[in-house]
């Protein structure tokens, strides 16, 4: 299967890919015997997640102090990250899902990607123990922490950005709506000082503006890096 050679690992018992890559519309769906689909898998790579990205930051992070280390790692493993980590993956193409989650965008569904990343560590782990999960997770979710971070709560870091270096008033403005009702595409467009610095898009108007808030950022520490 393709997806192990992306992900550079081999399992041994097959059905637990294919469990872990096995929405809950899927096996509804299909009337697949009970606990078919992906959300046990799910439940245990989320503890395997936290266990392993707690470990990497003690480690890596010997002078943050404990508040700081939660909310380093909750940036790391929440949801968007995690939906964000999987486009490297190609994981939504993978997935087994329903026909009506199919019709509705479920292959972009940051809730739905980021359960099945999950689902993969729990497969991995079940397959081939502590070490290869943990290769995993390192190789594709702790990668790039300060861009993950940065992706992570963009528009509170953006707005402290902005007024600490006095940039003036920012604001956010909707210039696009797209797509039927279940599965909309919003547009956003972010100003800062009254010029248009960035545009964004998502499918809620907070995570379009997350990741104008999240372009602008880039932008404004670029600039700054070279003024330095």
Same mark, same amino acid.
């Given at each position: 299967?393709?997806?192990?050679?992306?992900?550079?690992?081999?399992?041994?018992?097959?059905?637990?890919?294919?469990?872990?890559?096995?929405?809950?519309?899927?096996?509804?769906?299909?009337?697949?015997?009970?606990?078919?689909?992906?959300?046990?898998?799910?439940?245990?790579?989320?503890?395997?997640?936290?266990?392993?990205?707690?470990?990497? @930051?003690?480690?890596?992070?010997?002078?943050?102090?404990? #508040?700081? =280390?939660? !909310?380093?790692?909750? $940036?790391?493993?929440? %949801?968007?990250?995690?939906?964000?980590?999987?486009?490297?993956?190609?994981?939504?193409?993978?997935? @087994?899902?329903?026909?009506?989650?199919?019709?509705?965008? #479920?292959? =972009?569904? !940051?809730?739905?990607? $980021?359960?099945?990343? %999950?689902?993969?560590?729990?497969?991995?782990?079940?397959?081939?123990?502590?070490?290869?999960?943990?290769?995993?997770?390192?190789?594709?979710?702790?990668?790039?922490?300060?861009?993950?971070?940065?992706?992570?709560?963009?528009?509170?870091?953006?707005?402290?950005?902005?007024?600490?270096?006095?940039?003036?008033?920012?604001?956010?403005?909707?210039?696009?709506?797209?797509?039927?009702?279940?599965?909309?595409?919003?547009?956003?467009?972010?100003?800062?000082?009254?010029?248009?610095?960035?545009?964004?898009?998502?499918?809620?108007?907070?995570?379009?503006?997350?990741?104008?808030?999240?372009?602008?950022?880039?932008?404004?520490?670029?600039?700054?890096?070279?003024?330095?």
């Amino acid at each position: 299967m393709e997806f192990q050679q992306i992900i550079g690992y081999e399992f041994k018992q097959g059905g637990l890919l294919v469990q872990a890559l096995t929405h809950s519309s899927y096996a509804n769906e299909k009337r697949m015997k009970k606990h078919s689909d992906n959300e046990r898998l799910e439940f245990l790579g989320d503890a395997v997640l936290e266990i392993i990205s707690s470990e990497f @930051l003690y480690r890596h992070f010997p002078d943050l102090p404990e #508040g700081e =280390l939660t !909310k380093m790692r909750a $940036s790391l493993v929440c %949801e968007p990250t995690l939906a964000y980590c999987t486009k490297e993956l190609k994981l939504g193409e993978y997935l @087994l899902l329903g026909k009506g989650e199919e019709r509705t965008g #479920g292959r =972009l569904r !940051k809730s739905i990607l $980021s359960d099945a990343l %999950e689902a993969v560590i729990g497969a991995i782990y079940l397959d081939g123990g502590f070490a290869n999960a943990k290769e995993f997770i390192l190789k594709f979710i702790l990668t790039d922490i300060a861009h993950k971070q940065l992706f992570y709560d963009s528009k509170t870091i953006l707005q402290e950005t902005v007024q600490g270096r006095g940039l003036g008033a920012m604001s956010y403005k909707l210039t696009g709506e797209s797509g039927p009702d279940h599965n909309k595409m919003f547009t956003v467009e972010l100003s800062i000082g009254g010029s248009k610095m960035s545009t964004g898009e998502g499918h809620t108007k907070k995570a379009a503006e997350q990741e104008a808030a999240y372009h602008a950022l880039v932008m404004l520490n670029g600039s700054h890096s070279e003024q330095a």
